[in-house]
């Protein structure tokens, strides 16, 4: 932003200058005839010999009124040759800053394009990271998935294996007591038989 500032500022500058230069050309130009005209006015004799006094003294005052003119005229023209380099002087002060200014910002723009990558490079790693973790993290999520989907198997082989032991030992028991029960019943039946004979 302050680039372009700085950069139209220059530039609205400069074309006032150039509207000052063309609008003292016609001065210039002007000078320059009176200059001329001065110079050809004194190179020539002021009175001939075969002139009158009158036509002396008329050609005296209208070289007078000349030069009056080409005075007021070169005052005018100093003027503006003054105030020209005044404008000259503060156009150069104006572009010096310019300069500086830009040189600056150049500095400056390089320094910040140095820190952008910079930054731009330990984002890259900064995200690699991310993505390393997010991957780690994937993979850990499964594996706890595996393990709780293992987990559940042995519980649920163990629930069986519980429930076949229980069933096992209560058939047993039905055994056993089944046995007892025969070998009570043959016993019983044995001491029956010894009564008898």
């Known amino acids: 932003m302050a680039l372009a500032t700085w950069r139209s500022d220059l530039l ?27 110079a050809i006015l004194t190179s020539t004799p002021i009175a001939s010999t075969t002139s009158t006094p009158a036509s002396t003294d008329q050609q005296q005052s209208k070289l007078s009124a000349e030069l009056q003119s080409l005075h ?21 002060s104006q572009l010096t800053t310019a300069t500086t200014a ?18 731009k490079t330990e984002r890259y790693h900064l995200e690699q ?4 973790k997010e991957d780690e993290s994937k993979l850990n999520r499964k594996m706890i998935e595996n393990l709780q989907d293992e987990i559940i198997a042995l519980n649920i082989q163990l629930n069986i294996g519980e429930q076949a032991k229980m069933r096992l030992k209560s058939e047993n028991e039905e055994l056993i007591a089944r046995w007892m029960a025969l070998k009570k019943d043959e016993a019983d039946a044995m001491n029956n038989n010894s009564k008898y004979s």
């Open 12 to 38: 609205v500058a400069f074309a006032e200058r150039d509207l000052r230069e063309k609008s003292q050309a016609s001065l210039i130009s002007e000078y320059s005839r009176l200059a001329d005209r001065a």
């Open 129 to 132: 990271k991310v993505k390393s």
């Open 72 to 92: 007021a005229t070169l005052t005018t023209l100093r003027t503006d040759l003054a105030a020209s380099q005044k404008d000259r002087t503060a156009l150069q």
């Open 102 to 119: 830009l040189t600056l910002l150049q500095k400056s723009s390089t320094a910040n394009l140095r820190e952008l990558d910079k930054v």
